[in-house]
């Protein structure tokens, strides 16, 4: 671990899409880091709670919230579900997410509006909520988004995702302008081609997609979803508490350059 056990002790967290391929390692990390976390996705709550009992994570400590944070309702409500567990929200974590790769020609309008409320108007929302609770008990913490090294480097067949990340910028941009008064600060993750999920297939099974991949990272190699997690944990700390309106690039150089 390159902070200590306890660096996150005492915080109270939520993250979106926790149930995910990164968000799993990243709230493994937070829990290791002595974080209390509360975890959202949208696995039935059987699932979710089954899937925390299994990973031995401790009760006082981890909770699981099932709500739809598309809606206003869903975010409120998972911020008020971390408020009765652990009494306060110092940081919020808009990790929840999508991808879908298709060419901009064949990209349907009803999948463009699913691309944006799932991972821009569901971040705005989770934001907002843990901002309101923020300054009604007035708490100077966190909110992180994760964002993506495309949010300023277009990759070709996922141009809405790419407009997603950009308008995450822009959200976490100009709320840290609006929240610092207030000492919340407000910075994003911005990944490269990370080794799970959708990239990670493409990867072992589209030749040429792996060609293009892996001429676009500098490092040679994909990211390990441990290295994101490492970012989190950073940006949750003490030690990042001079940054706001920030936004960490954990790539591998992927920015660097555009490449195609």
Known sequence: ?????????????????????IGKVVV????????????NDIVPEEGGKKWVQAAGYPAKRC????????????????????????????VALCHAGMAQSCSILDYKDEDWDRMLRVNLRSAFLVAQAAARAM??????????????????TPWPDITPYN???????????GMARELAGKGIRVNSIAPGIVAVG??????????????????????GYMQPPESVADAFVFLCSPASD????TTL????????????
């Open 1 to 21: 671990m390159t902070f200590s056990q306890d660096c996150l002790q005492n915080q109270a967290m939520l993250i979106t899409g926790g149930l995910g391929a």
């Open 28 to 39: 493994r990390e937070l829990l290791a880091h002595s974080a209390r976390v509360a975890i």
């Open 63 to 90: 909770i699981y919230v099932p709500v739809d944070v598309t809606t206003a309702q869903g975010a409120q409500t998972l911020v008020e579900k971390t408020l009765e567990a652990f009494g306060s929200v110092d």
């Open 135 to 152: 300054v009604a008990q007035g708490i100077k913490g966190k909110i992180i988004f994760t964002s993506s090294w495309v949010q300023d």
């Open 163 to 173: 407009v997603s990340k950009s308008g995450m910028k822009m959200l976490m941009r």
């Open 198 to 219: 959708m990239a990670k297939r493409q990867w072992d099974n589209e030749p040429d997609y792996r060609r293009r991949a892996e001429k676009a990272i500098p490092l």
């Open 242 to 245: 001079y940054m706001t309106g």
């Open 249 to 260: 690039l954990v790539d591998g150089g992927c920015s660097l350059y555009p490449m195609d």
